[in-house]
């Protein structure tokens, strides 16, 4: 907290010395500039003309919405079915590959520093490919479907449930741990009877977490391919059936304030 | 017998999870049916995954030879509009979000406004950023502006609901500190709302910059911009090995991201 002396002698309070002070001016000039920059990029790439008649589109396109067809739900159903299996087989699935991955990962669990960095490694990958992408991926590999979807959600979800479960085996007390291990036991009776009872409520809050974000995820996947609601969503806007379109948001949306009240009850009875 | 007997009698077992053996027991019969439903509904068509399981080889060859020079104007292209994306997306959805933060706070903000915002809140986080690409897409035309709007709307979702959480639990003392001395709601915000949130504001904002990213990389699938489209023609053109070194370059700009994100974090707190 500097003191500045003016003219006449009397000490004066400043929250920063000149030279901090100018140097947050030349960051924020800095930031702007870059800002700006990049501003400048996205506007030369776009046609203004579009643009300009944004408004008269987007009522537009809302009053081809209104009234939603509701007809067309009673064929939404089976969709809306494969749409909850694939994030609930895909979040069943991750949580079968994430676990071994988390306890390979954890410094207090994993057997070398070679096989954690390796599992890192996974963690990493799985969650800076979303799903989507993997759901590309493998709609060419697996052909379109459900299980491509099921298998995209999982791959993504290892990342995630691995990433936040190798945390919270970090942080476990060591102290059952060492009860358990004087014992006599081995190896995967410390894990069993030491280290899985501290990270039941943690792993199982993750998991429904997760599968709350799988839920939404999995209503787009059929935009590539993999199956569920998104399906029909691509084939309604393909056809410029926006009534149709207007129904299908309805219903991803309330599935998905569902999944979510469901998911934050389970975890608030958990926790 | 009791628990203790019984462990005398070493017939110790472990506590079940779920105390209730109804709940329990019912639980266990409820996803069992579940599974069985869902799984008889999956249908796969095996032919087609054997055929495939060549191309999936492939795949994963190509992770071993990259090609990075072949389409490496359209790389590089793809990425620079996918960062200017995520960086103009990530500081117009941040300084959006901190006025519907402050009024999706139930502490700060009247009825009307609170209701309001929570609204958007929950409209902007319940749809995916590529529904909403779609719809910006038709408005906007084509290119890198619609996925900006894009990723700023889904911003001020995920920003705003944060930060009105975090305002909720602030420390009320110093609010009541600072209206004390006669200060106005403007300043009452500045000096006893805004120190308390700003740590953990930008933290959130280093790591929605992240999330970003990678969300810039599939909103080009619907024509939102980025690299996105790049990679969905590169895959569906089975060229693996320019796709494997798109996602090799994804994969470290994430991971460079997160880790300067850690270093600013530790900086600011």
């Not at chain 1, 069943?92 to 960095?117: D, E």
């Not at chain 1, 493998?138 to 791959?155: Q, S, Y």
């Not at chain 2, 941040?94 to 915002?117: D, H, K, Q, T």
């Not at chain 2, 894009?150 to 602030?170: S, V």
Request: hydrophobic share 50%; charged share 15%.
């Amino acid at each position: 907290m500097p003191l500045v002396t003016t003219p006449q002698g009397t000490p004066t309070w400043r929250l920063r010395t000149t030279r901090t002070q100018w140097l947050q001016y030349l960051g924020w000039l800095a930031g702007a500039c870059l800002f700006l920059l990049c501003w400048k990029a996205i506007s030369d790439n776009t046609m203004w003309v579009f643009v300009e008649d944004a408004g008269r589109q987007g009522s537009d396109l809302i009053s081809r919405m209104l009234p939603p067809q509701w007809a067309y739900a009673y064929r939404l159903w089976k969709p809306m079915w494969d749409t909850l299996n694939i994030a609930t087989l895909g979040t069943l699935l991750g949580i079968a590959m994430a676990f071994p991955v988390a306890f390979l990962a954890a410094r207090n669990t994993t057997p070398h520093p070679l096989v954690r960095s390796a599992a890192l490694m996974i963690i990493v990958s799985s969650r800076s490919i979303n799903s989507l992408i993997w759901a590309m991926l493998l709609v060419t590999i697996l052909g379109p479907g459900v299980l491509a979807g099921i298998i995209a959600i999982a791959l993504r979800s290892i990342g995630f449930i691995g990433k936040l479960l190798y945390e919270a085996i970090e942080e476990i007390h060591p102290t059952p741990v060492e009860a358990i291990s004087a014992t006599g036991a081995g190896r995967l009776q410390v894990m069993s009877y030491g280290v899985l009872p501290q990270i039941m409520p943690a792993f199982a809050g993750i998991s429904v977490y997760r599968w709350d974000i799988n839920i939404r995820e999995s209503t787009v996947l059929g935009l590539v391919g993999a199956g569920g609601i998104g399906l029909q969503l691509n084939a309604a806007i393909n056809s410029l059936a926006w009534s149709q379109v207007s129904v299908i948001f309805v219903m991803i949306f309330v599935t998905v304030l569902a999944s979510e009240w469901i998911s934050a009850r389970v975890r608030h009875a958990i926790i | 017998m009791s628990r203790q007997a019984q462990a005398q009698a070493g017939q110790w077992r472990r506590l079940p999870m779920i105390e209730n053996p109804k709940l329990r027991w019912g639980l266990v019969v409820g996803l069992a049916t579940y599974l069985l439903l869902a799984l008889a509904s999956v249908e796969v068509n095996w032919a087609r995954v054997a055929e495939g399981a060549s191309r999936g080889l492939n795949f994963l060859a190509a992770f071993t030879r990259p090609d990075f020079v072949s389409r490496q104007g359209d790389i590089t292209a793809g990425i620079l509009e996918s960062l200017t994306m995520t960086l103009t997306s990530t500081v117009i959805g941040v300084a959006l979000s901190i006025p519907v933060g402050l009024g999706a706070a139930r502490n700060i903000a009247p009825w009307p406004i609170y209701y309001a915002c929570r609204g958007i809140i929950t409209v902007s986080r319940t749809f995916q950023e590529i529904i909403i690409a779609i719809l910006f897409v038709v408005m906007f035309g084509f290119g890198p502006l619609a996925g900006m709007i894009t990723l700023a709307f889904a911003t001020i979702g995920f920003m705003a609901k944060l930060l009105a959480e975090d305002i909720e639990d602030l420390d009320w003392r110093q609010v009541e500190a600072i209206r004390a001395t006669g200060a106005n709601w403007w300043q009452t915000m500045n000096h006893a709302v805004q120190p308390q949130v700003m740590p953990r504001l930008i933290g959130l904002s280093m790591y929605r910059l992240d999330i970003n990213f990678r969300e810039s990389a599939v909103i080009g699938i619907v024509g939102a911009g980025g690299i996105g489209a790049t990679l969905n023609t590169s895959i569906s053109r089975y060229e693996y090995d320019t796709s494997a070194a798109i996602l090799l370059i994804i994969i470290a700009i994430v991971l460079l991201c997160e880790y300067s994100s850690s270093h600013i974090r530790r900086w600011t707190q």
